[in-house]
């Protein structure tokens, strides 16, 4: 029986993707010199390679062939790589790097050790670099999205739909939203990013309305947070 590639516990197998897509153990370790020979790289780059990433490991290779999936206009594979960090965050220049490198849609599953009680833990968070909006005409953006840490044996990603461009959507939404709900995906994204805006505007502004002592700028700092608490109020609603 073939052994799964695994960055720390987390595998395909782990993350509930089906057997057929898992990359052999043998197969999985992937050299960082490997993404650093393909295009230039600032030094900065190199030391976040060489400090913050442990080691890096395909996991998963989803494709028509092994998944029943047709080919998408936009995707014909999606990789997870798995990424083993020594920091405590998502290593975003790194992802963005690595993705840069390949048309593929590349889900992230980044995995830690944190101390907690007394004893180590590992964590998966999920990342993916995606296409961001733009009017038509205008040139392109890509952001790179991470989402909560959890207990790596919490961490699952669920592949469906009907093509590849569809199961992509889905698996961008579980690791964004932590929602298997592929629809609409942009709007949901850009509502979820405005919400976290107006919420840290609104915070600072109840800090500056507390500390004001001038009336007339108390008033001027309650009129703008009401504003922004009526726009929190129709987005949430």
């Not at 805006?197 to 947070?225: C, F, G, V």
């Amino acid at each position: 029986m073939m052994t799964a590639a695994a960055c720390g516990t987390v595998s395909a197998l782990t993350l509930g993707l089906p057997a057929s897509t898992a990359i052999p153990a043998a197969k999985g370790t992937l050299p960082k010199q490997m993404f650093m020979a393909k295009a230039p790289v600032s030094a900065k780059l190199k030391q976040r390679y060489a400090n913050e990433v442990e080691s890096i490991t395909m996991l998963s290779l989803m494709r028509a062939a092994n998944t029943g999936l047709a080919d998408g206009k936009r995707f014909r594979e999606i990789l997870v790589i798995g990424l083993r960090v020594s920091g405590t965050d998502v290593p975003v220049e790194v992802v963005d790097h690595i993705a840069s490198q390949r048309a593929s849609g590349i889900v992230f599953a980044v995995v830690r050790e944190v101390e907690r009680e007394g004893a180590r833990h590992e964590e998966c968070a999920l990342a993916v670099r995606r296409n961001v909006p733009v009017r038509p005409g205008h040139t392109p953006v890509t952001k790179v999205y991470a989402g909560d840490w959890k207990p790596a044996g919490e961490a699952q990603l669920e592949l469906a739909g009907s093509t590849l461009d569809e199961a992509w959507d889905v698996l961008c939404a579980q690791a964004i939203l932590d929602s298997a709900d592929g629809s609409d995906l942009d709007a949901r994204i850009a509502r979820r990013e405005q919400l976290t805006t107006l919420k840290a505007q609104a915070d600072k502004l109840e800090r500056d309305h507390s500390r004001a002592k001038n009336p007339a700028q108390r008033n001027e700092i309650y009129a703008k947070l009401h504003k922004i608490r009526k726009q929190l109020e129709t987005l949430e609603s």
